[in-house]
């Protein structure tokens, strides 16, 4: 079974940037057999797919709001995924979470970016 730890979040100002990341263990290969996704959830509202990445990295996805700021990238070899977010803004306020796509293993704790001056 796999398990997911994300790291890396903080406060920062909005404008700036922010690397967070995901780190995997167990479950044998099935980290590097699944596409993944960076997933996030503000206060008030429901989780959202942010990002995904095929299980080799060559092909990326993004959702709307953070298409051109957000890169999504990963180290199969390392069991790690990151999350390159530039251009923060306010409304990028939220816990995120990195899962499979589609969803397939327990949630993590999440990390909580919090954009503000």
């Known amino acids: 079974q796999v398990q997911l730890v994300e790291s890396g979040g903080g406060l920062v100002q909005p404008g700036g940037s922010l690397r967070v990341s995901c780190a995997a263990s167990?479950?044998?290969?099935?980290?590097?057999?699944?596409?993944m996704g960076w997933y996030r959830q503000a206060p008030g509202k429901e989780r959202e797919l942010v990002a995904v990445?095929?299980?080799?990295?060559?092909?990326?996805n993004y959702a709307e709001p953070v298409k051109g700021r957000f890169t999504i990238s990963r180290d199969n070899a390392k069991k790690m995924m990151y999350l390159q977010m530039n251009s923060l803004k306010p409304e990028d306020t939220a816990v995120y979470y990195c899962?499979?796509?589609?969803?397939?293993?327990?949630w993590g704790q999440g990390t909580q970016v919090t954009v503000s001056s």
């Open positions: 167990g479950g044998g290969n099935s980290f590097s057999n699944n596409v």
């Open positions: 990445i095929s299980t080799g990295g060559s092909s990326t």
């Open positions: 899962n499979a796509n589609p969803i397939r293993f327990s």
